[in-house]
């Protein structure tokens, strides 16, 4: 079993920054990828980036320039550097695991305000 442990959501005015991170621990045979989703009410969970154990990433296009993913394979962490917030990107946002099967975490408020 492999849990992730989520934190440094929170509230913050548009144009600041934000920088979650996601620990994982248990037993991980082998870490794939990780990477965040985000879903906003009434709206789909949708991927906002993710990171390969190669460092390869796929960052969505609505973040593209303004977000980046890193990881430390040491720590079996990931970070999402949100930079120049914007109202829109207020969601829950989720850490995801893929190893020998895919885990998620209990997600974290992320609220921009304007």
């Known amino acids: 079993q492999v849990q992730l442990v989520e934190s440094g959501g929170g509230w913050v005015k548009a144009g600041g920054p934000l920088r979650p991170s996601c620990a994982a621990s248990?037993?991980?045979?082998?870490?794939?990828?990780m990477g965040w989703y985000r879903q906003a009410p009434g709206k789909q969970r949708e991927l906002v980036a993710m990171i390969t154990s190669g460092g390869g990433t796929n960052i969505a296009d609505s973040v593209k320039g303004r977000f980046t993913i890193s990881r430390d394979n040491a720590k079996s962490t990931v970070y999402l550097q949100m930079n120049s917030l914007k109202v829109e990107d207020t969601a829950v946002y989720y850490c995801?695991?893929?190893?020998?099967?895919?885990?998620w975490g209990q997600g974290t408020q992320v609220t921009v305000s304007s």
């Open positions: 248990g037993t991980i045979l082998s870490m794939n990828a």
């Open positions: 995801k695991a893929w190893t020998n099967r895919i885990y």
